[in-house]
């Protein structure tokens, strides 16, 4: 059983150094899906812990670097003297991309900003109002992550200057997010709405951001964070849904299930309120990083196997009871 996928360009990269690892934070993980505007915070608290002991050597956790005032409290609290003793703290180089789970898909798809164009004045306003729920997200992403110690800075692909033509990218200044890594701080992108210059505007998803930056960047790997285990052959929900544990990509991009063997079709299904393509774009855009060379694994959130992958523990052998889906290169 085959598929096909897109093509892509590989463009000219800003990055001089490797880097390690691409996460995506899918948004139904993070955030609670059917609740509108809500964060997960216990995942994202776990997520958060994860990603600091796949980026941190050092077993002491980092002091925090959210030094805004929290709520119920008059102070803001710092402590200086605790990064004395951090210079050699080492961080991975990571880059983080997030989805909007219940911020940003309900404003955009009452307003139809994937669509455009940017005359009619609903468009325009839900462009705006996507905006602010996205990067509202963005910001509570940064602070979770930046209070188990990890230096992350939000960066707006509307704000560095992203575009697309007919919904695909045509430009991308990625030299911010280079200059970021080589800094030493981690960039936070996320799905956003922005200008396309066919029409008008469109919703560019975290998924595509990730395609992109990896073809850039080339990192070791590349982790998907889900709500659920993995690809699943229909939706997971569903009685006898099979998790896939291994799909091939060959050199001209089509891809197959090799690990369980399968005899029926696949049910590719797309939430009706998902802008940004849901399960297929997720797919497409994993086999395309795969044919870079680069190992994808889509796992479960908050897990000890997204602890696994995200250790890059999993990029000799997949153990047989490692819970997730690895897309990969068939050389």
Request: charged fraction near 20%.
């Amino acid at each position: 059983m085959e598929h096909k996928t897109q093509q892509t360009t590989l463009p000219l990269s800003p990055f001089t150094q490797p880097i390690r690892c691409i996460v995506k934070l899918g948004g139904a993980a993070i955030t609670c899906k059917n609740e509108l505007e809500m964060i997960n915070e216990e995942i994202l608290h776990k997520v958060s812990e994860q990603l600091r002991q796949a980026m941190i050597a050092s077993s002491e956790k980092p002091p925090g670097m959210d030094w805004s005032k929290k709520p119920a409290s008059s102070e803001i609290f710092c402590d200086p003297e605790k990064f004395e003793d951090c210079s050699s703290m080492e961080c991975g180089r990571f880059i983080v991309v997030h989805g909007a789970g219940s911020f940003g898909h309900f404003q955009a798809s009452k307003s139809g900003v994937h669509k455009g164009p940017l005359n009619k004045p609903l468009v325009k306003g839900g462009f705006v109002a996507t905006r602010i729920s996205v990067t509202t997200l963005n910001l509570e992403i940064v602070r979770a992550l930046a209070r188990e110690g990890i230096p992350s800075v939000g960066m707006s692909p509307f704000s560095c200057g992203w575009f697309t033509s007919g919904r695909h990218i045509s430009s991308a200044d990625l030299s911010s997010v280079a200059k970021a890594i080589d800094s030493g701080f981690t960039p936070v992108l996320h799905g956003d709405a922005v200008f396309d210059e066919i029409q008008g505007c469109t919703i560019l998803s975290g998924d595509v951001i990730i395609s992109h930056l990896a073809a850039y960047s080339k990192p070791e790997y590349v982790v998907f964070l889900t709500d659920v285990c993995g690809v699943y052959d229909r939706p997971p929900m569903e009685p006898n849904a099979i998790l896939l544990k291994e799909i091939a990509v060959a050199e001209d991009g089509s891809w197959s299930v090799v690990k369980p063997k399968l005899q029926n079709s696949i049910e590719l299904t797309v939430a009706a309120h998902d802008t940004t393509g849901g399960i297929k774009t997720k797919i497409s855009e994993a086999a395309m990083i795969a044919k870079l060379g680069i190992d994808v694994y889509i796992v479960k959130a908050a897990t000890s196997h997204s602890l696994r992958a995200l250790n890059g523990d999993l990029r000799s052998s997949i153990p047989d009871d490692w819970l997730g889906t690895v897309v990969r290169y068939s050389r």
